[in-house]
């Protein structure tokens, strides 16, 4: 049977009831709140279950959840497919402990036995629960996702009202969901009664059946859209996972955005490893996205890392790997009216949370675990801290590293976010973030351990040998150390005399490579930031034979600035 869409405008109009109007989905300048659980644990999968192996465990987590999500009042609550179980669920409809008028919750439910849905749904006769005729098949269970929010009948009375939207596709390759999924065939599409912005979800591999033409039909690459994918998957960049990103992106798109929610890393799948993702992310195209340094730390240090998935023109936002609760504010997907209101600025996280053990609880930390001082770790011999004291930000350590091991593109606008290699995302979506180091693909691994042996030997061989200062920073021997550059000097200067006697410096370190890269390295600087301002500027460089030559300006002669290029006056003028 082919999938259909559903409008759920027509189902709740068919009951009698009030098409609700969900504050995310209006059109205005006013953001909204989203609160979202990103769980890990071990899985079990049987006959009429997929869910947590540790019952009390994943009740415990989700009801505090759940009551986060009311005592914060969030306009969306999120969690990914087979994570809620659905005791926690039915305890909160039982109890009207719902989400208020204009709110929803969207949540992945555990795997269940039709017999056993149809006696949750029995439990809470005074919900109106909309959902497509009960799929059958050979399989034993559904995946299930609950769309939780109230309404009004139009007698005026407010009721809760449950959508349940099932999971249509088992993931490929994988023949335990296979044979226990019996697939479902509706997906539904909310809008709000001025029929604007639209809200659709694709549970997990569901999105490999969002082919071109199911895209046209529901019209996500036409109307301003919400898409939500929730997913259980040891691999959610997997080409066949994300390609319908990769087609909907490489549009125009910029009325389109998509919230991919995963397990946390570590999560443990019956006979196999451990996962080692999360991978959840915010994808979106909004044109006045806020990269300034402030949004940037701040969003980074609650768990929200910033990258730009180039190829497609998109910012592409990971949420931090390991098991959190991530609560963050949005701009709308659209807006309608002035366009001096129409800032969509992106996301903005607000809290985050960790599970205490010890506490029963989720608490709130201060900061997220991003594993770049383990990765330091690995180079310190005790000889220096890699800046890694409270005075540096992220995008501090980001760009010292950049402009220390070669790793930028010599531009006059190198040090922006937009133009920092490590900033953008690959074609499949890999990060490559230095200070977030939770993707582990090679490719990535390789890319970060390159910086950081660059600009550790810079920092241990290099600097501390008077030998290897070329004539134009030769003031500087014995009197150097490594800062990230400023902005003050148009982020150009890494090299910076201890006692603030001496005008700062450019130093790059290219490891082992032949003398022409390392000239045509010198002189793409030189010509994109200009002579004047790259007087001071080394290249190092290492031969095969592991003796380590520079690369630099000569010293200026009579017909130049006759003030010495050591000269404090100078610092200015770099």
Not at 20 to 36: G, I, K, R, S
Not at 407 to 421: C, F, S, T
Request: glycine letters at 6%.
């Amino acid at each position: 049977m082919p999938l259909i869409f559903k409008d759920t405008r027509t189902e709740f109009t068919a009951r009698d009831l009030k098409i609700p109007t969900l504050n995310f989905l209006v059109p205005d300048d006013h953001l909204y709140e989203v609160l979202a659980i990103q769980p890990t644990g071990t899985l079990t999968a049987e006959a009429g279950f997929i869910g947590h192996a540790d019952r009390e465990s994943a009740q415990r987590r989700f009801q505090d959840f759940l009551g986060l999500a009311v005592s914060k009042n969030c306009d969306l609550a999120l969690a990914p497919e087979y994570s809620c179980p659905w005791d926690v669920l039915i305890t909160f409809l039982a109890g009207a402990n719902l989400p208020q008028a204009r709110k929803m919750w969207i949540i992945g439910c555990e795997g269940i036995a039709p017999d056993e849905l149809r006696a949750m749904i029995a439990k809470c006769p005074d919900v109106e629960w909309i959902h497509e005729p009960f799929p059958t098949g050979v399989g034993s269970l559904y995946g299930v996702l609950a769309y939780v929010t109230v309404s009004e009948t139009t007698a005026g009375q407010s009721k809760p009202v449950v959508v349940l939207q099932f999971k249509t596709h088992a993931m490929g390759g994988d023949p335990v969901e296979r044979d226990l999924l019996i697939p479902g065939h509706a997906i539904y599409i909310w809008q709000n009664p001025d029929h604007y912005i639209r809200l659709i979800s694709i549970i997990c591999a569901d999105a490999m059946a969002f082919t071109q033409t199911m895209r046209e039909e529901c019209r996500c690459d036409i109307e301003p859209t919400l898409i939500f994918h929730p997913q259980l998957t040891g691999d959610p960049h997997h080409a066949a996972m994300c390609d319908y990103r990769g087609h909907l992106f490489l549009q125009e798109a910029e009325k389109l955005e998509v919230i991919s929610l995963n397990w946390a890393r570590g999560f443990v799948i019956p006979g196999r490893p451990a996962n080692p993702y999360g991978g959840s992310a915010i994808y979106t195209k909004a044109v006045k996205f806020d990269t300034s340094d402030a949004r940037v730390n701040a969003n980074h240090r609650l768990g929200l890392y910033f990258t730009h998935w180039e190829t497609h023109r998109t910012k592409l936002c990971f949420f931090n790997f390991d098991e959190h609760l991530f609560h963050l504010r949005m701009p709308k997907v659209a807006h309608r009216g002035f366009a001096v209101h129409a800032q969509r600025t992106g996301p903005e996280m607000l809290g985050l949370w960790k599970w205490g053990n010890h506490e029963n609880a989720w608490v709130q930390l201060p900061d997220a675990v991003d594993g770049f001082p383990e990765l330091c770790a690995g180079y310190d011999d005790g000889t220096g801290n890699y800046f890694l004291d409270g005075a540096y930000s992220h995008l501090d350590r980001e760009r010292l590293l950049a402009l220390s091991a070669g790793g930028l593109k010599p531009r006059k606008d190198w040090y922006k976010v937009e133009r920092l290699p490590s900033f953008t995302s690959e074609r499949d979506e890999r990060c490559k973030r230095l200070t977030f180091t939770h993707e582990q693909v090679d490719l990535s691994k390789s890319f970060r351990e390159r910086h950081l042996g660059r600009y550790s030997k810079l920092q241990k061989a290099i600097i501390p040998n008077a030998t290897f200062f070329p004539a134009n920073i030769q003031d500087m021997r014995g009197d150097c150390e490594l800062r990230p550059p400023i902005e003050a000097e148009e982020f150009r200067c890494n090299l910076r005399s201890a006692t603030e006697a001496l005008a700062p410096a450019t130093g790059i370190f290219l490891s082992v490579c032949a003398e022409a890269d390392a000239r045509q390295m010198f002189d793409s600087v030189v010509r994109e930031w200009g002579r004047e301002k790259t007087r001071r500027l080394v290249v190092w460089f290492e031969r095969p034979n592991g003796q380590i030559a520079p690369v630099s300006a000569r010293l200026p002669t009579i017909s130049d600035d006759t003030e010495s290029p050591g000269s404090i006056s100078l610092g200015g003028e770099l």
